[in-house]
Every structure is written in C-alpha cells, then in structure tokens.
C-alpha cells in the first residue's frame, strides 16, 4: 500500500506565494509520472502540473510563468511552487502519482485547502 501526504496549503493574499509538498510512502520501486490537480468551488477537478521521472515539466496554460514543479526522487517526493495567486486558484489541491511497487498503480493525496483572499 503507499499513501501520498501533502503539507503546505494554507491562506495567502492575492499576489501571495505558497510552496505545497507532497510525500510518497510506503511499498515503493519507482515513481514514474507525478503532478498536481485543483478543483475550485463548484468546478470541475483541473490539471495543474505534471513532472515526469527525468525532471522534464508540464503546466497548464492559467498557471505558466507563475508556478513550478518539482520533485526529489531520493526521497519520494513531489513540490508546487505557487507564486503570484490569484483568488480564482482557491481549491483543493491534489498531488497524483505513478507508483511502481510490483504493478504500476496510480495515486491520490488527500487534498490540501489553498485559500486566496482578494
């Protein structure tokens, strides 16, 4: 079994930062793909980022320029650097992976709550 934990969410202004983290434990070989989804209020679930095994990155089009993901392989875990939110990006955010611990199965956190004031 592996559980992905997530840390960081919070409240910040619009113009703000926050740094999520997202931690994979558990029966582990290899994490291939890893990323973050949002669903704001009322909204359907949206891609946010993606970073494959290699380091090489995928955003969606609201959030290029302003966010960054990364990943430590060592250690199985996955960051979202946000900067310059805006009160339209207030969700829940969910990191996802491809874990390889016999079978490839895919993942979810449990969601942590960014909330942008205005």
């Known amino acids: 079994q592996v559980q992905l934990v997530e840390s960081g969410g919070g409240l910040v202004q619009t113009g703000g930062s926050l740094r999520l983290s997202c931690a994979a434990s558990?029966?582990?070989?290899?994490?291939?793909?890893m990323g973050w989804y949002r669903r704001a209020p009322g909204k359907q679930r949206e891609l946010v980022a993606t970073?494959?095994?290699?380091?090489?990155?995928y955003y969606g089009d609201s959030v290029k320029g302003r966010f960054s993901i990364s990943r430590y392989n060592a250690k199985n875990t996955e960051y979202l650097q946000m900067n310059s939110l805006k009160p339209e990006e207030t969700g829940v955010y969910y990191c996802n992976a491809d874990v390889y611990g016999g079978i490839f199965y895919n993942y979810w956190g449990q969601g942590s709550q960014v909330t942008v004031s205005a």
């Open positions: 558990g029966t582990i070989v290899s994490i291939n793909n």
């Open positions: 970073i494959t095994s290699s380091g090489s990155s």
